[in-house]
């Protein structure tokens, strides 16, 4: 099958042919039709955290196909069904944190496109129990961003601690954040919506947000503690130090910081502020199979809808590019044909 290849870290990745998947015990074969680009993808591929990908690494997270083979024991999934292979690959089901909710931090967890191939392929195979079920009548690539920056977004939103009539920032209007803001709206929060260009404000306007800044041409933190008086919580899900840091600041008294984004870096905190204005902060990864359950109705019922632009596979070199450049308009989706 072709496959999009990282073989080395910076370099670029190499179409080719490899072996189609076969499948294990529980498995599930999946004939991709459409997988987003995510930025935490450029990070694999690039090495840039702590613990690295799988080397050589087919990458993908939102990759979503139509069931073509079930392996031994899969019950729950059948031929023909269109599924979605995301970042919780799998996670174990018996530690403590599977056993309370809290399945994304699993510490025996694999990752789709980092610890296990993902979905720059053809074919990816995937446990049966934690793929996520499309429903029928949604298109395989609007739905591709929502198994990664839809899931995200919508549960850093869902922890953050605010209600509905608060106000919101988010911190970095790209593939998650154009979702974000969708999703914050969907919910009943006033939105306010930082990047660093006119046309991400402009984006962030025609999606919805109240307010959008461009952190370039004004100070995002003045603005928003002058025009709102500080947001209940604040989404960083940019790739730089600094959106961190002003989002921590953009938060009023008893405000929450969320961390989504994931640039290899610190972010010192204030410890007097953070005490004398009973801050938090929190970080967020990804979400359950509940939460994804919950992310694809707010598309199914039309509440929330990426701004896609289509790339075939063979194009993700030029697509990396142009998200190092920050320069896509939402998200970039990969056919496979
Ligand atoms: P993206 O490249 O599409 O978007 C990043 C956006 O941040 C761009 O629009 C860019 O212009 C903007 N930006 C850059 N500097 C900024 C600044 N100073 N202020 C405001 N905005 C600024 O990337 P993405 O796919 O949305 O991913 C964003 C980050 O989230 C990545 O680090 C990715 O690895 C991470 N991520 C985390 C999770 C999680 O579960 N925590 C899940 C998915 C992705
Ligand atoms: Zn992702
Ligand atoms: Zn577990």
């Keep these: 099958m072709k496959a999009a290849v990282v073989n080395e870290f910076k370099q670029k990745l190499e179409i080719k042919e490899v072996e ?6 529980g498995e599930v074969l999946v004939k991709i039709e459409a997988c987003g680009v995510c930025h935490t993808d450029l990070h694999a591929a690039h090495g840039d955290w702590p613990v690295k990908p799988k080397l050589p690494l087919i990458p993908g997270h939102e990759g979503v196909g139509i069931v073509t083979e079930v392996g031994e024991g899969v019950k729950s999934v059948k031929v023909g069904d269109r599924v979605g292979i995301p970042w919780l690959y799998s996670a174990c089901g018996e530690c403590e944190y599977c056993l309370s909710g809290q399945e994304t931090l699993c510490p025996h967890q694999l990752n789709g496109g980092y610890s296990i191939d993902g979905g720059y392929a053809e074919y990816c195979k995937a446990p049966a129990d934690y793929v996520a079920r499309i429903p ?19 549960k850093a939103l869902k922890i953050s601690g605010a209600k509905p009539g608060d106000w919101v920032a988010i911190y970095g209007i790209g593939g998650l954040g154009h979702i ?24 962030a306007k025609q ?12 100070d995002p933190v003045e603005a928003i503690h002058q025009e709102v008086g500080g947001v ?23 405000g929450t910081l969320v961390v989504v984004g994931l640039p290899h870096d610190t972010l010192p905190i204030p410890i007097f502020n953070t005490v004398l204005n009973g801050v938090t902060v929190k970080g967020s990864i ?38 190092e450049k920050g ?3 939402g998200r970039i989706v990969l056919t496979i044909d």
């Design 207 to 218: 999606l919805g947000a109240d307010i959008a800044i461009n952190g370039l041409e004004k």
């Design 136 to 154: 029928k009548h949604l298109d395989p690539v609007e739905i591709a961003p929502i198994l990664c920056a839809g899931v995200t977004t919508y």
């Design 286 to 323: 990804v979400g359950t199979r509940k939460d994804m359950q919950e992310a694809i109705d707010f598309v199914a019922r039309g509440k929330v809808r990426a701004n896609i632009e289509t790339a075939p596979l063979e194009k993700i070199n030029e697509v990396f590019e142009q998200m």
């Design 327 to 329: 320069k896509i308009n």
């Design 20 to 25: 189609k998947p076969s499948l294990d015990y």
């Design 180 to 203: 974000a803001l969708q999703y914050a709206k969907a919910m009943g929060f006033n939105v306010v919506a930082v990047d660093i260009s006119d046309e991400k404000s402009q984006l």
């Design 232 to 254: 209940q919580a604040s989404i960083s899900v940019a790739v730089t130090k600094i959106a961190f840091e002003q989002a921590y600041q953009s938060v009023k008294r008893g």
